[in-house]
């Protein structure tokens, strides 16, 4: 049965309960797991990651205008305080680069330091209204993750 014959039938409410969307009864059929919502129902960690999202950040640092060096050290201290602190979401202001000439340094140090840092979790460029590609926000993982 392929997705057009299963949404027919689930738009006139045959073979699949009012509950259940066509894209569902489709995977079941097709015995395929949707892993984004399993993991979501399983772990808890989509509601998490939901309210994480929504939440201002523990601390914030600006290390624009530092050199890379100045910057990476100024990183390490940060984030050894806030893994002490039990910090949960940090923001780290770094810049765009509009002054310097070819890529943004400092951008380019924070993403190397993040991949390199063990209790660096998830991350990404904040919102255009605060900062946009000039901040980066960063979700630090639970101590018990990071070991």
């Known amino acids: 049965m392929d997705f057009g014959e299963i949404l027919k039938k689930w738009e006139q409410g045959q073979g699949c309960s009012s509950r259940k969307s066509a894209m569902d009864v489709w995977l079941e059929k097709n015995e395929i797991t949707d ?6 129902k399983s772990s808890g960690r989509g509601e998490y990651r939901r309210r994480m999202m929504n939440t201002k950040p523990d601390a914030v640092i600006d290390i624009h205008g530092n050199t890379s060096d100045e910057a990476w050290i100024a990183l390490e201290q940060f984030f050894e305080n806030a893994k002490n602190s039990n910090y949960e979401k940090l923001r780290i202001i770094h810049g765009k680069g509009n002054h310097t000439q070819g890529d943004a340094v400092l951008s380019h140090t924070v993403r190397r ?34 070991d």
Do not use: H, M, N, P
């Open 113 to 146: 330091f993040l991949e390199q840092c063990s209790y660096a979790g998830e991350s990404g460029f904040e919102k255009s209204i605060k900062g946009g590609s000039g901040a980066t926000w960063v979700l630090l993982k639970k101590v018990r993750d990071a």
């Open 35 to 40: 892993k984004d919502a399993y993991l979501q």
